[in-house]
Structures are given as C-alpha cells and as structure tokens.
C-alpha cells in the first residue's frame, strides 16, 4: 500500500507511530493547510513528501491509497475527489454527515470499482469480536446499556465561543457523530437495525454536547449515552436473562470484558482480557490486508455496516432537531 494522508489532527497523531509498525505500508505522503506542522510531522515520522491542498496529493501517482482523516464535513468532497482519481480509500469515522451521502459515495466507488473500508476500531479488535460470538450465551437480551462519557479539552473554549469543529454544527460535530457512534455503531453491528431510534439531546449553540440515544428492539431496549460535557466512567453492559457482558471500558478502545452468569449456586465470574497492540493496529493491520488482497466480499460486507451506522445516527440526530448544512445540499 502506498499511503498518502489527508489531515494532520489529533487522530493522524495517534496513527503515525502505528502505521510504522505495519507491514506492507509504505507512507509516501501528507496534505493539510499548515506548512509548519506537515513538516515538524515529515521530519519526525519519515514522510517523503507533503501537500498543502488535497488536490496536489490526489495527483501523486506514488499514491495508491488515501487515508481520510479531515473534519467530519470534508470526508464527502474528499473521498468524492479520490474516487476520481481512482484511490482506494481509508476513511476516518464518521464516514460521512449523513446517511445519504453515504449511500452516494458507496454508490459512486462501486461504480469506479474503487474499494473504501471506514476506519472504526471496534470492528477489528479481538475482544469486541469474542464479545459478539457470546451474545447468545447470554439467554433472552432485556438491557443494553453503552456509556462514552468524556469532558472535552474543547469544551471550555466552546462556552466562551472559540468554537473547534468538533463543536461545530457546520462542520457536523456534536457529541453524537464524535462519541456515540461508537455505541450506536457497536449495538447495530452486535443486534442489527432497530425498529425504532430516539436521540434524547443537551443542546448548546445549536449543537449536541451530550446525549442518550434509545434504540427499540421490541424485546429489548439499548441505551447509548454519549457526552463531551461531562465526564463518567467507562461501564458498559449487556443484561440478559442468564448472564451479563461487562466491558468496563470505552467501546473504540474495548481493553476487556467480563461475564458474569447467574446460576443455581450464585453468580460466577468469568474475565477474559486481551492483552496487546493498540486498537489502531487492529485496525489499519486488518484494513491492509482487505485492500492488499482485494477482499471486495468483506470491504462490502463492512460497508454495509457502515451504512448502517450512518442510517441510525442520522434517524437519532433529526429526531433531535440537529442539521447539519450538509443535509440540505446532496
């Protein structure tokens, strides 16, 4: 894979040091608006070259895989672009603003038989797989309760109207589509499509800081709590009637997970716990591996997760009255 990076924020930071660590990729480039920072960035990771605008990087010919890493808003334009320049594509969560402009970009790259697998940690990483595999261990599901309650650094220039985009109702921020996603994204992947979604919001600017999404399964009922506003701890449960799944731990992150069965005798106490690599390594480790060896069967099968994703989230934010620009222009 010869990679070329769109962005240069917190999360390309996080990734940086990963990629080194994966075989089979070869990172030939970066783009973003700030010349010191692409450099400092070049210098320290060993990046060939830099960009400063999308276009230039698309243009490389060095470059056959393009990883998306822009504010939520800009992810449409930029896989949109890469499409026509007939990039594979890796693209940060949330893939898009909203579910139809997933629907067309999936549509678009299918058509240019172009792959796009969206890069959303859970998927890949061991104990969010093991977990699923268990869900029927569980008897009949009554109670699902998911929490990604973390105050954001951003938060206080927020209240005093410095706004970032993940803050930012043009740029499609907001605690939903940053935090909760993870949750949301998690429930329909383990339980499938709900019958019905509602998105109980804390609205600040026009923007949701906090939030409790409520997804009806008829037989059971999920509960997603996601906050940039406050702060909790990472408890995540999934109660049935024979036994319960703990993850004490953010779902992007998914470190271990606890099942606790109710017996005869009392409960019992089972911990399985995956030590290792970074969830990001998962992540990217698996997604090479899909676009090395044109896994076009499990790049569509992730897709319409994908899909999925988006169709939820985006029910949940117009139940809250929450638009985005990009709603009104595709």
Known sequence: MKLGILGSGKIVKEVLPVLKKIENIDLVAIAARNEEKLQNLAKEFDIKKYYLSIDELLQDQ???????????????????????????????KPFTSNFYETKQIIEKAKHKDVMIVEAISHRFIPNAIETKKMINDLGEIKIVSFNYSQYSSRYDKFKAGDIEPVFSLEASGGALIDLNLYNVAFAVDTFGLPKDV????????????????????????????????????????????????????????????????????????FQFN?????????????????????????????????????????????????????????
């Open 198 to 269: 509602k998105y109980f919001a804390n609205i600040e600017k026009d923007i949701d800081t906090s939030g409790i999404v409520i997804l009806d399964y008829e037989d059971f009922k999920v509960s997603c709590i996601g906050s940039k506003d406050s702060a909790a701890p990472m408890v995540n449960t999934i109660q049935g009637t024979k036994a319960t799944i703990e993850i004490p731990d953010a779902l992007n992150s998914f470190g271990e997970f606890n099942m606790e069965v109710v017996g005869d005798d009392g409960q019992f106490s």
């Open 274 to 330: 995956e030590e290792g690599r970074s969830r990001l390594y998962y992540e990217f480790a698996a997604i090479e591996e899909i676009l090395r060896n044109r896994d076009r069967k499990r790049a569509d099968e992730l897709l319409e997760q994908t899909k999925n994703y988006m169709d939820v989230i985006t029910r949940a934010r117009f139940d809250a009255n929450i638009f985005y620009p990009a709603d009104k222009i595709r």
């Open 62 to 92: 060095d470059i056959d895989t393009v990883y998306v890493a822009l504010p939520n808003h800009l992810h449409f334009d930029a896989m949109d672009k890469a499409i026509d320049y007939g990039k594979d594509i890796i693209c940060e």
